[in-house]
């Protein structure tokens, strides 16, 4: 019956669009009969009913190895393409339409078919269940007879980027109502103190594997291999993941009959969807994409998500153009392709993961990781805090909600867990506070060119006239060419690389292969340092020291030997434990030669990101380092009271934890997996070789 209704209400609107477009018949030339163009109208609204049933599916899967964005630009035209053939199979040739007429028809009979669909399965259970459980595949819930699964499952939600300070705020502001009655209801907040390096690729690397050992930044240069690496290119990531394998012996968090959604790691898991680490690989087990098509397959998805896709970029260039015509500061550029990219990370990769975790869900699976992006993406280009962040805690909400909401119909019971991999810290950008970015700086106090607007600055203006005075100092000492332990240097120094993760940056002599030491870069650019150290928009520089092993540098002329650090002096502005996340960050094999981290104002919370990011997290200063944990209160709690809860390693104890008090009598989840060193590379759920990251 209600396939029959479905098909009338599809037949009216086809009548009636074949009434309001011009270029849209369902009559012959003579003309027909009243009756004759409805049984056009049924006959060809059947057969697109068909066609996006059995044909629909067939087509996306042909279209996975089309770049996420571009599938979702052409969902309109592959649906206008299923009407057209529809038109061309009725009889005697009735049906016709412009293929630009053809793409508007089949967009909206798409839209009224599921919205038709929808309305009459409100008040049916069984309906609703029935169309939850074919985003999995299967068939039917678990029957009366079948023994329930009474362990319950474990759903890690990780809302990408929003900070401790910030889900109270927007709890407080009734923008988050989903999480307010969780809190209500005694749900478990808990803050949560990031690495040095206060990213998604330390911090979910740390959190799924256990081991976030030797990245230092978001993007960093390896002496060794000469290779560039990024957090977020899938050749980086897989190498990313074989380390922390390599380095644990432990497959990672989801091994036991996991599920990874969204994420840059798999996190040791059998169902991969939109995993940056199984993109490097090509063979029959790459599966990243299957989240596409277990979405996309469904033609009012694939609709839905094209036209709130739509809505995003307009939404979004309205939104920049307010800012701009309002001369709002701090303020980034917001053209070229970024409104597609914030439309993909707010629409697409959020129904995308959502979708597939209700379906891990209504499948029975025991762990499933999912990563939700957009308020990470929009938070860089508008800021932390704003109109522009608010509507999209308000629509992850919602999700949030639909998840929670879907778990009521899983077979098992399911604890949902948020949490957050770093928080964001506003500020206006380096390059605009001081009218030159740290390359720049760092190329003038090299002495090496830079353009003529970066030397009227007063930055730049300093930092050159102290590399021209450091070498007619120069000039009238011996030539030393024998660095740390007697090592010669090149006669003629390369230019440095350098590289930002926020406000931390990074850089590195690529023709010298080990950690050059102070006194070298001295000998090198007497004046590089001195100008890094004495700027005011720069907090800290950490370097290798051949008289006191390492030492942090600040204005003033403080000088801090790293296994002296403390929370006080330079560091104190940063909150405690910053002296113990510079410590380790300094023992890892790749540190950079040397390691810049911004300004950190707490009177205000700002930072100043050494890229094009008003929102900024990567290193040490403000919300960017505090991160939340939401838990049920069925779980135990965290940590004890008065500890706190310090590094992403630490966090992915308390989430193994977790899956043990879970797993109850059943199956336990595996604390080790020790593979051999050449086994290793097996426990990637990948084949083939890496494709090679672009290092320029």
């Not at 060809?44 to 066609?51: E, Q, W």
């Not at 432990?250 to 790691?265: E, H, I, M, V």
């Not at 607007?453 to 590399?467: I, K, L, N, Q």
Request: proline fraction near 6%.
């Amino acid at each position: 019956m209600r396939m029959i209704v479905v098909w009338a209400v599809s037949t009216l609107t086809m009548l009636l669009l074949a009434a309001l477009l011009p270029d849209f018949e369902l009559q012959s030339a003579d003309g027909d009969s009243l009756t004759r163009t409805a049984i056009t109208a049924a006959t060809a609204a059947g057969v697109f009913g068909l066609l996006s049933a059995l044909v629909w599916p067939l087509i996306v899967r042909a279209f996975l190895l089309v770049p996420a964005l571009v599938l979702g630009l052409l969902v309109f035209f592959l649906n206008g393409s299923l009407l057209l053939v529809a038109l061309w199979l009725i009889p005697d040739g009735r049906g016709a339409a412009d293929p630009e007429t053809a793409v508007v028809v089949a967009a909206v009979m798409s839209a009224v078919a599921s919205a038709t669909s929808t309305a009459l399965a409100v008040r049916d259970d069984d309906a609703y269940s029935r169309r939850l459980y074919r985003l999995t595949g299967r068939t039917r819930p678990r029957a009366d007879g079948e023994a329930p699964e009474a362990d319950p499952g474990t759903v890690f939600l990780q809302l990408d980027g929003l900070g401790h300070h910030v889900l109270r705020a927007a709890v407080a502001e009734g923008l988050m109502p989903t999480v307010a009655g969780w809190l209500d209801a005694g749900h478990h907040l808990t803050p949560w103190r990031t690495d040095w390096s206060s990213q998604t690729g330390a911090s979910q690397l740390g959190i799924l594997h256990g081991t976030n050992e030797d990245v230092p930044a978001f993007r960093w240069y390896e002496k060794d291999t000469g290779r560039l690496m990024v957090s977020n290119r899938p050749a980086s990531a897989v190498e990313l993941q074989r380390r922390a394998v390599a380095r644990t012996g432990d497959g990672g968090l989801l091994t036991y009959d996991g599920a990874s959604r969204g994420n840059l790691f798999s996190g040791g898991a059998d169902q991969l969807a939109l995993v940056l680490s199984m993109a490097a690989r090509r063979g029959r087990r790459n599966r990243s994409r299957a989240g596409y098509f277990a979405y996309f397959s469904d033609p009012a998805n694939a609709v839905r998500t094209a036209g709130s896709l739509v809505t995003e970029v307009v939404r979004e260039m309205s939104q920049s153009t307010r800012a701009l015509v309002r001369r709002e500061r701090p303020r980034v550029s917001r053209g070229g392709t970024y409104p597609f990219v914030r439309a993909f990370a707010t629409v697409v990769e959020r129904d995308v993961v959502v979708a597939a975790v209700m379906g891990d869900m209504l499948a029975g699976r025991t762990a499933v990781y999912a990563d939700l992006v957009a308020y990470d993406e929009v938070a860089h280009h508008s800021g932390p805090l704003g109109r522009d962040t608010d509507q999209v805690l308000r629509r992850l909400d919602r999700a949030v909600a639909l998840i929670a909401t879907v778990a009521g119909h899983a077979p098992r019971p399911y604890r949902i867990v948020l949490l957050s991999d770093h928080g964001q810290s506003p500020g206006e950008t380096f390059e605009s506070a001081y009218g030159l970015s740290l390359k720049e700086l760092v190329r003038a106090g090299c002495g090496l060119p830079v353009p003529r607007r970066v030397g009227r600055t007063p930055s730049g203006s300093e930092a050159r006239d102290a590399a021209r005075d450091a070498l007619r100092s120069a000039l009238h000492r011996p030539l030393d060419k024998r660095g740390e332990k007697g090592r010669e240097l090149p006669s003629k120094p390369s230019e440095p690389i350098v590289l930002a993760s926020g406000n931390l940056g990074l850089v590195s002599f690529p023709d010298v292969p080990h950690r050059l030491t102070r006194e070298e870069i001295d000998r090198r650019h007497p004046a590089l340092l001195r100008t890094l150290a004495h700027h005011p928009g720069v907090g800290f520089v950490l370097v290798a020291s051949e008289e006191h092993g390492s030492v942090v540098l600040a204005r003033d002329g403080v000088e801090v030997p790293v296994a002296e650090l403390t929370d006080e002096g330079p560091m104190a502005v940063f909150g405690r434990g910053a002296a113990d996340a510079v410590r380790r960050t300094d023992g890892f094999p790749h540190v950079a030669d040397i390691m810049v981290n911004s300004m950190y104002d707490p009177a205000t919370g700002t930072v100043h990101a050494f890229e094009e990011q008003v929102g900024s997290h990567g290193g040490l200063g403000g919300e960017q380092s505090h991160p939340f944990l939401l838990s049920p209160p069925e779980l135990s709690a965290p940590v004890e009271a008065g500890e706190e809860l310090v590094g992403a390693e630490r966090v992915h104890r308390v989430l193994r934890r977790w899956l043990r008090e879970s797993a109850g009598t059943g199956p336990q989840v595996p604390l080790e997996i020790s593979p051999s060193e050449p086994d290793v590379e097996s426990i990637l759920p990948v084949d083939g070789q890496p494709s090679p990251d672009n290092t320029h």
